[in-house]
Nanobody, 133 residues
């Protein structure tokens, strides 16, 4: 069973950059990171969890809130079994818990699903980011 572990969160100042990592493990034989759609979600204090970025097996990327477009980048390294979320020009409102999730689906439209969270089977425990002076 796939396991995901996020890391890289912490206290950062506005305007700084941060890279969150999501380590994937538990692959079975002939099972690879590229076989999974991956998404990053964020839950700000007192708010519902929201989708940040989603990448399909084919590499098609969807961005969600306008507030992250142009500042957040998702990438994956199939050889290291890692997924990354690069965050530039951090803002106070980026504070929250960040989760990566994965699903072994060939559906090229998964990232367009509503609600997206329900489509992902595997979840990490989250990593917290605090943006503060």
């Amino acid at each position: 069973q796939l396991q995901l572990v996020e890391s890289g969160g912490g206290l950062v100042q506005p305007g700084e950059s941060l890279r969150l990592s999501c380590a994937a493990s538990g692959f079975t034989l002939d099972d690879y990171l590229d076989d999974y759609a991956i998404a990053w979600f964020r839950q700000a204090p007192g708010k519902e969890r929201e989708t940040i970025l989603c990448i399909t097996r084919a590499g098609s990327i969807s961005e969600y809130p306008d507030s992250v477009k142009g500042r957040f980048t998702i990438s994956r390294d199939r050889y290291k079994n890692m997924v990354y979320l690069e965050i530039n020009t951090l803002k106070f409102e980026d504070t929250g818990d960040y989760y990566c999730a994965a699903d072994r689906t060939p559906d090229p439209g998964i990232c367009l699903s509503e609600p997206l969270q329900g489509r992902f089977e595997y979840w990490g425990q989250g990593t917290h980011v605090t943006v503060s002076v």
